[in-house]
């Protein structure tokens, strides 16, 4: 699933266009890389987004391509 797709299915950012447009500023790395909105999310995978001074580490713990509001947190793992 695209980069910008998972982080709007997971809700760790609300849109899509918010989502890609952090990704095209390079606010979000993964696995200590900037990411471009293209980037294939897999299980396992780091992302780290970048909000003004607030950094968020995220693990990937599971790709579903609909998932409901409840099972939204189940899809990653804060880690910082």
């Known amino acids: 699933m695209r980069l910008d797709k998972y982080l709007k299915v997971s809700r760790i950012i609300k849109r899509r266009t918010v989502a890609n ?37 995220v693990e990937v713990l599971n790709v579903l391509e609909h998932v409901g509001k409840d099972g939204a ?6 880690i910082q």
């Not at 890389?33 to 003004?52: H, M, T």
């Not at 947190?73 to 804060?78: A, D, F, G, H, Q």
Request: charged share 35%; proline share 0%.
């Open 21 to 57: 447009e952090a990704c095209d500023q390079g606010r979000v790395c993964v696995n200590g890389k900037v990411a471009r909105a293209s980037y294939d999310v897999k299980a396992g995978d780091i992302l780290e987004l970048r909000f003004g001074e607030k950094t968020t580490k």
């Open 73 to 78: 947190s189940e899809l990653y793992r804060i």
